[in-house]
């Protein structure tokens, strides 16, 4: 029979009992079920089977027996038997232990938890879940509390191995403990813990305790002076006490203490403290002198002297309150007091201040300022004013305290003495330049001025009140006034090296110094000029401003070293001041052998152009005295010659003039007259003074008078035909202009004009211009000059020529020659063939007239000669 020692429980028990031997007889095999027969076999059978259903944990423990049972016996022989064993449970478990453990941070704790289950067979293992600490397969679980955690959570798990069941349960263990740190006080607004309040301010002080379990378990109570807290506030995880101040006063200021306690208070007792610092404002400062240890008066201050002022307040307010002066005068602030070393007038009347603060005044509100009017004794400041008209008062610039007046002869005076002091002036009295008593009056009248009688200083002096029997009053002072009775200037010397000639003479590149010396009063202002330039000034004197009782004079001078014979001239001395102003003039003559602007004496443009028989040339040069044609030379036609013939016949005449206020420049007119073919060629005249001599050469050549040449009467042209706007044939015809160029090297290449054919009417243009412009070309010399000739615009009969003008059209001609100061050069030219309105000449031929414009005009440099 085999052994089953364990049967789950509600299960099934199978038993087999076999034998070998059943003796003899032979015997049979019987079961057993706790004394209970199940089954047996047959005799002589050594099988046998029986069991036993759903069995209970009751059955546990039921012996299970098999007996070989004998026929011919009662009694079993033989048998085998085992107990039989239910293995059931565990039916439930549950976990002993705390619920609740209070930790105590400072202490070292554990916490044991049991794990327990009902009956159970065979055996059964343990399985933790969540337990900290301890073995894991015993039913008991150790932890040690920490306070990071606020609860264990643990599970047990009980099974049994051999009927597979599992029993789970669970178990939280709540870990209370007090909290973590001290209270914390906190404001709103936001404050930091030295921070102080102002009077008047709005807050809360709030003393917050965080952390600790339960929440409620911790107590907290706040007081500040004069102030309790109402009660804890609870929170999640912490708990408040508040104080909220609504407008807090210096009754508040001091320690605030916050103590809180949890329910174990041997555990946890924790207090925090905020001392409360109210800051209060200081009462209105007030300023007053301070006392003069010598026993004199010492307000109001005297001019010159020093004196303190003070500044207190009643109250100097938390913190205590500093002063300064935000309007100090001239004083120098020194915490409360201001000092004044020097006092003046200045500081009379002016107000100081003083300012209490500290910093509820910085930050709240300002307390107002003390303001103080200062009072200073000062002597009278006299000073004048002018009422009558003509006279000119003003300040002296050197001595602000004086004042003068200018007058002129005759004018009158009035003038009254105003004083600035305090106290206030009493009394008047003038004083005359000869220190008589003029006026007790502050008045000063001069009905007429005269410079020898009221020229001079007049002295004002005033005195101030008596105040309160003060031993420094009165004071007094004086101020003078210059009276000065002006005129105005005149020169007193006006020389040229130390002459003083209205006509000096010097040597060229001598030494010469001019000097002018005047007087006036005001002092004038004087200029020296050249009477060439007048408005540049050579040297001037500017008078300083400051007007003198006694007379000054004043002068100019100019030196000029090498003095060229150019500097000869008209110079004048100009003076000016406010009564009126006188000039002289002098002339100034520089000696000088003559010069012109050419070179070695020849200019070889310089032509004379005869017409008619006659011509002119015009020659600027500088010398003095005047220059004089010494030597009229023929040269024939080579100008290289050194001789050659004296002219002395009359055709040739020089005439030398000065200008008006350069009288060292001479322009030279050169007259040719009664010149025939045979006279043309080189001339040299020779320019003489007392200091040397200026050959001069020149070429005098003949030209032919002004004359139309036709196609038909000029071998050289031909005649050529065009056609008009019209469609009509036009003779253009060649005019030969020497009139208009008779003092120039011009000839006109190609200047043509439009005549219209015999018996045709001459018309405007198609668009109704009086005027058509054709170019002509002119050629000339590059060097050829034009100084002093004027061309005039005409309109002339073309068949006039210079021989047939009357004596009124050559005056006109030499009248424009003079009228031409500008020395130009012309470029090009422009023909007008507008007709005439004149009626037709003889064989009424259309006569056409050309006025000719001369373009493009450039300065040429007045050039006599050339190389």
């Known amino acids: 029979m085999s052994m089953f020692p364990f049967v789950m429980e509600n299960g099934d028990l199978f038993c087999t009992c076999t034998t070998s031997d059943l003796g003899l007889p032979r015997g049979r095999l019987i079961g057993y079920y706790g004394g209970q027969r199940l089954n047996a076999s047959n005799f002589g059978s050594g099988y046998l089977s029986f069991e036993k259903r759903n069995l209970t944990r009751t059955d546990d423990g039921t012996s299970v027996k098999c007996v070989v049972d004998w026929a011919t016996q009662d009694t079993d022989d033989l048998n085998t038997s085992f107990t039989l064993r239910i293995a059931y449970g565990p039916d439930a478990v549950i976990i002993t232990g705390p619920d609740v453990f209070d930790i105590n941070p400072s202490q070292v704790q554990s916490i044991s938890l049991i794990c327990k289950e009902s009956v159970v067979s065979p055996y059964v293992n343990y399985t933790w879940a969540g337990c900290p600490s301890g073995n894991p397969m015993s039913p008991i679980c150790t932890a040690r509390p920490s306070l990071n955690n606020t609860s264990y959570f643990v599970q047990c798990t009980v099974s049994n191995p051999l009927t597979q069941v599992a029993r789970t349960v669970n178990h ?41 379990k339960p929440v409620n378990a911790t107590r907290v109570t706040f007081a500040c002076p004069h102030m309790i807290d109402m009660g804890d506030i609870i929170g999640t995880t912490e708990v408040n006490s508040s104080l909220t101040f609504f407008s807090v006063s210096s009754d508040n200021q001091g320690n605030c203490s916050c103590s809180a306690m949890w329910k174990n208070t041997t555990w946890y007792t924790q207090t925090a403290e905020w001392t409360l610092i109210v800051y209060t404002p200081p009462s209105v400062p007030k300023i007053f002198p301070l006392s003069d240890s ?76 003390a303001t103080f009017v200062l009072q200073v004794y000062y002597g ?131 030494r010469i110094d001019m000097k002018c010396v005047c007087n006036g009063r005001p002092t004038p202002s004087i200029q020296l000029i050249n009477v060439t330039d007048p408005n540049k000034f050579l040297n001037e004197s500017k008078p300083t401003g400051d007007i003198f009782v006694d007379e000054q004079t004043g002068e100019v001078s100019l030196s000029i070293d090498q003095v060229p014979c150019e500097a000869s001239g008209v110079y004048q001395c100009n003076v ?36 008619s028989g006659k011509g002119e040339l015009f020659v600027k040069m500088t010398a003095y005295p005047t220059p004089m044609a010494k030597t009229i030379t023929y040269l024939g036609h080579n100008k290289e010659i050194s001789g050659g013939n004296l002219v002395t016949a009359n055709t040739i005449s020089v005439e030398c003039t000065a200008s008006l206020f350069a009288p060292a420049a001479f322009t030279c007119h050169i007259r040719v007259i009664n010149i025939t073919t045979s006279d043309e060629g080189f001339y040299r005249i020779v320019f003489s003074n007392d200091f040397g001599e200026l050959p001069f050469t020149f070429s005098v050549k003949g030209k032919g008078g002004q004359q139309k040449l036709r196609s038909r009467d000029h071998p050289e042209m031909k005649q050529k035909k065009t056609t008009d706007d019209d469609g009509e044939m036009i003779n253009n015809e060649i005019y030969a202009g020497s009139e208009i160029f008779e003092h120039g090297q011009v000839q006109i290449s190609s200047a043509q004009g439009n005549n219209l054919s015999a018996g045709k009417t001459s018309r405007p243009n198609k668009k109704g211009k009086g005027k058509k412009k054709v170019k002509a070309s002119i050629s000339m010399g590059p060097d050829t000059v034009y100084e002093n000739v004027a061309f005039e615009s005409t309109e002339r009969d073309h068949t006039n020529s210079p021989g047939n003008l009357n004596k009124h059209e050559h005056e006109k001609i030499d009248n424009a020659v003079q009228q031409n100061k500008d020395g130009l050069i012309y470029s090009s030219l422009d023909f007008d063939e507008r007709k005439s309105a004149k009626p037709p000449p003889p064989k009424r031929e259309e006569t056409e007239y050309v006025s000719i414009d001369l373009k493009k005009t450039a300065l040429l440099q007045h050039k006599l000669n050339s190389d």
């Open 576 to 611: 000016v001041n406010s009564l009126g102003q006188g000039s002289q003039n002098r002339t100034l003559l520089v000696y000088c052998a003559p010069r012109g602007t050419f070179d070695s004496g020849e200019n070889p443009n310089a032509v004379v152009n005869v017409t």
């Open 172 to 212: 939280t263990v709540e870990l209370n403990y007090p909290p973590g740190n001290a209270p914390v006080i906190s404001t709103e607004p936001s404050l930091n813990p030295s921070q102080p309040v102002y009077k008047g301010d709005n807050f809360t002080l709030t003393c917050t305790v965080h952390g600790g």
């Open 294 to 369: 010598t026993g004199k008066p010492a307000y109001p201050f005297m001019v010159g002297t020093s004196g303190t002022l003070s500044c207190q307040s009643n109250q100097s307010g938390q913190p205590e309150a500093t002063f300064t002066w935000p309007a100090s005068d001239t004083g120098h602030a020194s915490g409360s007091n201001l000092t004044f070393h020097i006092l003046s007038r200045e500081n009379n009347g002016r107000t100081v201040k003083c300012s209490a603060s500290n910093n509820y005044t910085e930050n709240r509100q300002p307390v107002d300022n």
């Open 380 to 510: 009278p400041i006299v000073n004048f004013t002018h009422i009558s008209t003509g006279s000119s008062c003003v300040e002296d610039s050197s001595k602000s305290v004086f004042r003068h007046c200018v007058v002129s002869e005759g004018q009158r005076i009035h003038i009254n003495c105003t004083a600035d002091s305090n106290p206030a002036p009493a009394s008047f009295q003038w004083l005359s330049p000869s220190k008589d008593v003029y006026s007790n009056t502050s008045e000063l009248m001069i009905m007429s001025a005269n410079h020898t009688i009221h020229n001079g200083d007049y002295n004002c002096t005033v005195i101030t009140k008596q105040v309160d029997m003060d031993s420094r009053l009165p004071l007094t002072s004086s101020s003078v006034l210059t009276v000065i009775v002006g005129y105005s200037p005149s020169i007193l010397n006006f020389s040229l090296n130390n002459v003083d000639n209205m006509i000096v003479y010097v040597q060229e590149k001598s």
